[in-house]
């Protein structure tokens, strides 16, 4: 089955900087690859997901990347405000098939100091 | 839109009973409901497939029997804790997609603790 790592555990930014979070997977018939932030006892929220087809796709101070032949994607948060401070999830699912089932990374804690 | 409930968002219950969780899709039929249990500080592990008029598919490792899935309509999947014991004591969340969509729209989360 498909395995998704996720790193750093842990980041700890200063308001105003960027925030990186990397994410590799092992299954290569995965093509549908989502970021969740979840706060503390809440719902996950989906924030952006790109699809195999593209290589980077861009919404306001958030932004993520793939490259599929390395299996791997990123997230990247520009402009870091304190109410980004939560926990980020990437996953990864195959598209049309197992009824869109997600693998989750373990989860980076990220919090942005004012 | 594309809203998902959870019912009840808490419960407390002693160790042998039985504890039943709604989720509901509110603003759209959800061909796939999706339930997942969460540890303190820790990711969230799928438990179970649920299609609508099937039965649900279990992860590896996940007892079918103690975790009863129903998908009764498009709105609908209740998960059923049954003879519950402390280490079943967690976060549960459902989540749901729209047809063919890949998207995934996660309900509240229920906490369950067994006392």
């Known amino acids: 089955g498909e395995n998704v790592e996720q790193h750093p555990s842990t980041l700890s930014v200063q308001e105003g900087d960027s925030a990186v979070i990397k994410c590799t997977y092992s299954?290569?018939?995965?093509?549908?690859f989502p970021w969740y932030k979840q706060e503390l006892g809440k719902r996950p929220q989906l924030i952006i997901d790109i699809r195999s087809n593209v290589g980077e796709k861009k919404d306001q101070r958030i932004a993520v990347t793939l490259n599929k032949t390395a299996k791997h994607f990123s997230l990247h948060i520009t402009e870091t405000q304190p109410e980004d401070s939560a926990v980020y999830f990437c996953a990864a699912g195959e598209s049309g098939t197992s009824y869109g089932k997600l693998t989750f990374g373990q989860g980076t804690i990220l919090t942005v100091h004012p | 839109g594309a809203v998902v409930s959870q019912h009840p968002s808490w419960v407390i219950c002693k160790s042998g009973t039985s504890v039943k969780i709604e989720c509901r899709s509110l603003?759209?039929?959800?061909?796939?409901m999706f339930w997942y249990r969460q540890f303190p500080k820790q990711s969230l592990m799928l438990m179970a497939t649920s299609n609508e008029g099937s039965k649900a598919t279990y992860e590896q490792g996940v007892e079918k029997d103690k975790f009863l899935i129903n998908h009764a309509s498009l709105t609908l999947s209740t998960l059923t804790v049954t003879s519950a014991h402390p280490e079943d004591s967690s976060f549960y969340i459902c989540s749901a997609s729209i047809g063919a969509s890949d998207t995934q729209y996660f309900g509240p989360g229920t906490r369950l603790t067994v006392l």
């Open positions: 299954d290569s018939a995965s093509n549908y």
């Open positions: 603003d759209f039929q959800a061909t796939t």
